[in-house]
């Protein structure tokens, strides 16, 4: 079950710049900064209301990041969907004749079990869904 729009994720060529403009557009400071060794990003949150804006900044020249920066800029990259659910979710989708581009969730940033949707069957929109790794802090947010 998708329960709203969870974080918009935005790539980046330098997270520390990109931290300084954020802070001054949303008056807010990151809330973290974390790097995800799997996905080859330095990742950074901000919270506004109850939606999260993400910045990505490769850490390898390999990364899909560095592939998006190199071939669009920088930009919005994705957006997140909040799910319950989200192998149950996985599989409905396909069933509607989305493509996946992970058949199964996996650790992502900020506690969540991740997968995305491939472009090509979203109108061009890169789509994560995440999950809460533990539901109990779901509750909490």
């Known amino acids: 079950m998708i329960r709203k729009i969870e974080h918009l994720g935005i790539a980046v060529k330098s997270i520390v710049d990109s931290n300084d403009l954020m802070s001054k557009l949303l008056d807010t400071n990151a809330y973290k900064q974390e790097s995800v060794d799997s ?14 804006v993400e910045l990505l900044e490769a850490t390898s020249s390999d990364s899909a990041i560095a592939k ?18 989200i192998e149950d979710e996985l599989a409905r989708l396909k ?46 947010k």
Do not use: M, Y
């Not at 996946?100 to 069957?121: M, R």
């Open 39 to 52: 996905e080859n990003v330095l990742t950074s949150f901000f919270k506004l209301g109850e939606t999260k």
């Open 68 to 85: 998006f920066i190199e071939k669009r800029g920088e930009g919005i990259h994705h957006i997140a969907l909040d799910v319950v659910g």
């Open 95 to 140: 069933s509607l004749g989305f493509q996946l581009i992970h058949e199964k969730p996996k650790l992502g940033a900020d506690g969540k079990k991740i997968a995305f949707l491939h472009p090509k069957s979203t109108n061009g929109i890169l789509v994560e869904l995440c999950e809460d790794v533990n539901p109990k802090d779901a509750e909490t």
